[in-house]
């Protein structure tokens, strides 16, 4: 007799249906509260390389993953994009980076896979303005300078106008980072991504002149295909109402 047990939601599904009740069903897009922010977070912290269809452990059989510490560039895993949010994962080979960029506009929710990061990170000084355009230059405070984070490190979160929006990444060892990313990218939506060189202010300890620069032209990512759990699309109504209960 067949036993009548009800599917199990995937990890990644179970994060996809999160960010589908916060990020898409509010009409006014405003910031996830502290409550949202908490049970997404909590959904991050639990992931592991296996959840997204990566094998970090360097071994050499891939049993139909992708082999995470064998990557030799920058390798970007596209696994869901809407107009509300994205999420992907960055493997990175041992000393790689991602140049100081912005994130306009954006909220973003950022978990270690495996191996470790070094993370280089500024808010603007004056952030009062609402123009959606990206600044140019202007004064910065160091939110990280040089911060470590790894697989046992909590999630971090950024925020429009706080938390480290512009930042920088280089891999310490082979390493992966689970994003996300609401809303995503997007150039007709004025959110392009800008790149920026520091200069410190050496008058003002923890503070630095940030200029916008073009794309680095040794800044190389390519793409690997999806290999994680399929993901259903059909948001669950209980689920949307019990992130709307306080």
Not at 119 to 130: A, F, G, I, L, N
């Amino acid at each position: 007799m067949a036993a009548m047990v009800a599917t199990e939601r995937s990890k990644v599904q179970r994060l996809y249906d999160a960010c589908a009740i916060i990020f898409s069903s509010s009409p006014t897009k405003a910031l996830p509260t502290l409550w949202q922010l908490r049970w997404l977070q909590t959904i991050l912290d639990a992931m592991e390389p296996i959840d997204v269809g990566i094998d970090g452990s360097g071994e050499e059989s891939s049993h139909g993953l992708i082999l995470g510490q064998a990557v030799r560039e920058i390798t970007y895993v596209h696994i869901h994009e809407c107009q509300d949010f994205s999420i992907g994962v960055f493997c990175f080979p041992a000393g790689a980076s991602l140049p100081l960029h912005d994130h306009p506009n954006m909220v973003v929710l950022t978990k270690v896979l495996y191996g470790s990061i070094s993370v280089q990170s500024y808010d603007w000084v004056d952030s009062s303005s609402s123009s959606n355009s990206p600044r140019r230059s202007g004064l910065a405070r160091t939110v990280d300078d040089g911060c470590t984070l790894q697989s046992s490190s909590k999630v971090s979160v950024l925020f429009p106008k706080g938390g480290g929006n512009i930042h920088s990444i280089t891999a310490l060892s082979p390493c992966a980072i689970l994003d996300v990313l609401a809303p995503p990218y997007s150039e007709q939506q004025g959110r392009s991504s800008s790149y920026y060189v520091s200069t410190p202010v050496p008058s003002l300890p923890g503070f630095s002149i940030l200029e916008e620069t073009g794309v680095p032209d040794d800044l190389h990512v390519v793409g690997a295909t999806y290999l994680g759990p399929e993901l259903s699309f059909d948001l669950i109504d209980t689920e949307r109402a019990k992130v709307s209960t306080p």
